[in-house]
């Protein structure tokens, strides 16, 4: 069925530090995958998307990668910054579909 | 400035009483949806409008009403407030069906009692 999960619901890192966040999916009928980034007290905004024909997409400070053999998307974020402190979410797009499916989001902190 | 902007923010209601909840956004997207947010449940999409009077339901509609009587409004109606419709409201647009950068607005947290 349509589903996006993520491994972890909370992740901490150091300033500086790369951040890594994970999200696993099951529909194999999505065309594209994206990253939403949300902070408190606004709405998700769009960080960056990824074809499914694709296996890599950098954007500034920013790398996202699909695994299509184990179903698995991931948003690297490099030397993570306060302002990086949100809940991500990862999304697909569903051929056809008229929505985005959202997982259930990870925060992320950030520790000085 | 592109934005989407939802009203009231914030709004507290009894149970019965009719409310809207207003969404208008200044890009000319053809596409708009509203989405609730609840704990362990991320975002749900509630409806959604292809465009100026093409509106359908999305994954959680009972309950709610949708018009898009112009392209800029798509406004969300509950026109009998349950408590368990007491969640966290938002609003996107998109350019188009299928468009993956959707521009959400700040969210209208509801509560009803």
């Known amino acids: 069925g349509e589903s996006v999960g993520l491994h972890l619901p909370t992740l901490s890192v150091q300033e500086g530090d790369n951040s890594i966040i994970n999200c696993a999916y099951s529909?194999?009928?999505?065309?594209?995958f994206i990253w939403y980034k949300q902070e408190s007290g606004k709405g998700p905004q769009f960080i960056i998307d990824?074809?499914?024909?694709?296996d890599k997409r950098q954007g500034q400070r920013v790398t996202v990668l699909l695994n299509k053999t184990v179903k698995h998307l991931s948003l690297q974020i490099a030397a993570t910054q306060p302002g990086d402190s949100a809940v991500y979410f990862c999304a697909e797009n569903i051929r056809g579909a008229q929505k985005l499916v959202f997982g259930q989001g990870t925060r992320l902190t950030i520790n000085p | 400035e592109a934005q989407v902007t939802q009203n009231p923010r914030y709004l507290i209601t009894v149970t019965g009483k009719k409310l809207t909840v207003t969404c208008s956004q200044n890009m000319n997207h053809e596409y708009m949806s509203w989405y609730r947010q609840d704990p362990g449940l991320g975002l749900r999409q509630i409806y959604y409008?292809?465009?100026?009077?093409?509106?359908d339901k999305g994954d959680v509609p009972e309950g709610y009403k949708v018009s898009r009587k112009e392209k800029r409004n798509f406004p969300l109606i509950l026109e009998s407030p349950s408590p368990n419709q007491t969640s966290l409201y938002f609003c996107?647009?998109?350019?188009?069906?299928?468009?993956?950068?959707?521009?959400f607005g700040q969210g209208t947290r509801l509560t009803v009692v």
């Open positions: 529909n194999s009928a999505s065309d594209y």
């Open positions: 996107a647009s998109s350019l188009a069906r299928g468009n993956t950068e959707a521009f």
């Open positions: 409008s292809m465009n100026v009077e093409v509106t």
């Open positions: 990824i074809r499914s024909n694709m």
